[in-house]
C-alpha cells in the first residue's frame, strides 16, 4: 500500500508554474486540515481555526477542497456569494477584514447541483485555486480536504511547497481510529509535518450535572499521539450551540472563549500559533 502510494506520489510531479510559485510564495504559513474519515467535524475545525486566527490579527485565506462536499460558504454565510475577477485573477469572497474563503460551491449556480467529477478534473480545480485565485499576502491559509487520502490531499502535498504542517482531526471512537493513523502515515510519506490531532465529540456536558460523559470512550487518540510521537492539540466537547451558529453562517462571529468549546479551541489555535517545525 505504501508502495501505491509512493508511485501515485511520483505520477503528480510535474513542473509547477511560476504563477503558482509566486502565489504561494506571498503565503507565510500554509496548514492543511486532514481526517481520515468523514463525519468527525473537519470542516468544523478547518473553519474555526481560519476564524479564530483572524480574530488574532492574521491575515488568513480559507480554501474549501472538499470539491464534492464543500460546507465552508454555509459556516460563513456566504453561500450566496459570487467571486469576481480582476487583474491579479479570482478574487476570494471577502468574510472579515482579516479572512478570505474560496470554495467550488460559490462557483455553483444551483447549490443543490452535485459536483460529478473524476480525479484529473478535481485536480484541476485545487490547482486553479491555488494558482488563479487572488490571495495577496496571508500569514495563513488553510486548506479544509475532503476526508481519506486520495486525489484531493495528495494534490495539494505536492502542489504545495513548504507546507507548513497538517492537522488531523478525529473522534474518539475505534473506527475513527483506524483511519487517523492512515492520515498520519499519509501525512509522513508526503513529507509533511504533523502538527497534531484535534480530539472532535470528545464528550458531552451532561445538562443536570455539568459532568463530562465520555460518549465514545478514551484512550485510543492518547495511543495514536504516543505510537506516532504526534502531539493532541486539544479536545473539544460536543456543544449542540455549536451546530446552530455554523448553521446560521455565524462561526466568524458567534463563538468566543466564553463557551467551554471556545475555550477549548483557543488552546488549539496556540499551540498552532506556536508550532515550529
Not at 508554474?17 to 509566486?22: D, V
Not at 473522534?171 to 490531532?197: H, M, W
Request: glycine share 8%; charged share 25%; net charge negative.
Amino acid at each position: 500500500m505504501t508502495q501505491n502510494i509512493q508511485s501515485a506520489a511520483d505520477l503528480l510531479k510535474k513542473p509547477v508554474e511560476p504563477k503558482l510559485i509566486r502565489n504561494m510564495r506571498a503565503i507565510k504559513k500554509k496548514i492543511m486540515v486532514m481526517s481520515g474519515k468523514g463525519g468527525v467535524g473537519k470542516s468544523t475545525v478547518a473553519a474555526n481555526l481560519a476564524a479564530r486566527l483572524a480574530e488574532r490579527g492574521h491575515k488568513v485565506g480559507l480554501m474549501d477542497a472538499d470539491i464534492h462536499g464543500p460546507s465552508i460558504p454555509k459556516m460563513f454565510g456566504i453561500e450566496d456569494q459570487r467571486p469576481t475577477v480582476n487583474e491579479n485573477g479570482i478574487v476570494p469572497i471577502s468574510v472579515t477584514e482579516n479572512l478570505t474563503v474560496m470554495s467550488i460551491a460559490l462557483l455553483l449556480e444551483d447549490r443543490d447541483a452535485p459536483v460529478i467529477w473524476r480525479g484529473p478534473a478535481k485536480m484541476a480545480a485545487i490547482k486553479q485555486f491555488l494558482e488563479d485565485v487572488s490571495w495577496g499576502k496571508l500569514d495563513y491559509l488553510i486548506v479544509d480536504l475532503p476526508p481519506g487520502t486520495g486525489d484531493e490531499p495528495l494534490s495539494i502535498a505536492q502542489l504545495i511547497d513548504k507546507m507548513e504542517g497538517a492537522v488531523v482531526v478525529t473522534t474518539p471512537q475505534d473506527v475513527a481510529l483506524v483511519s487517523v493513523r492512515k492520515s498520519i502515515k499519509f501525512a509522513e510519506i508526503l513529507k509533511v509535518p504533523v502538527i497534531g490531532i484535534v480530539e472532535n465529540m470528545s464528550g458531552i456536558i451532561c445538562p443536570h450535572c455539568d459532568e463530562m460523559i465520555d460518549l465514545f470512550g478514551k484512550g485510543g487518540v492518547e495511543k495514536a499521539s504516543t505510537d506516532f510521537n504526534v502531539p493532541i492539540l486539544g479536545e473539544l466537547p460536543m456543544d449542540p450551540k455549536i451546530a446552530e451558529i455554523e448553521d446560521s453562517g455565524k462561526v466568524h462571529t458567534d463563538i468566543n472563549e466564553e463557551m467551554l468549546w471556545g475555550k477549548s479551541f483557543a488552546a488549539i489555535v496556540d499551540s498552532i500559533e506556536q508550532f515550529k517545525k
